[in-house]
Nanobody
């Protein structure tokens, strides 16, 4: 079994910052691409950012220049540093990872962490 556990969400004022973390835990696995998605009320879950095993990153246009995704492969952890937060960034943020275990590559999800940007 592999689990993704997220932390770092909360309430922040517009213009503020938050840092999300997500750690994969379990036995006998390898982590490939890791990423963050978000889902606002009444909307679909959308991709925010990804970081590949080699370190290359990609971002959705709305967060470019404000959010930074990074990973610590030794700790199987991915981070999302969110700066200059806007009310429209309010959503539940989900961690995602492509994980190889016992010969099977599949996508895993965290439980989600709420980010609320409001004054």
């Amino acid at each position: 079994q592999v689990q993704l556990v997220e932390s770092g969400g909360g309430l922040v004022q517009p213009g503020g910052s938050l840092r999300l973390s997500c750690t994969a835990s379990g036995t006998s696995f390898s982590v490939y691409t890791m990423g963050w998605y978000r889902q606002a009320p009444g909307k679909e879950r959308d991709l925010v950012a990804t970081v590949a095993r080699g370190g290359s990153t990609s971002y959705t246009d709305s967060v470019k220049g404000r959010f930074t995704i990074s990973r610590d492969s030794a700790k199987n952890t991915v981070y999302l540093q969110m700066n200059s937060l806007k009310p429209e960034d309010t959503a539940v943020y989900f961690c995602n990872a492509d994980i190889l275990r016992v010969g099977n590559l599949r996508s895993y999800w965290g439980q989600g962490t709420q980010v609320t940007v409001s004054s």
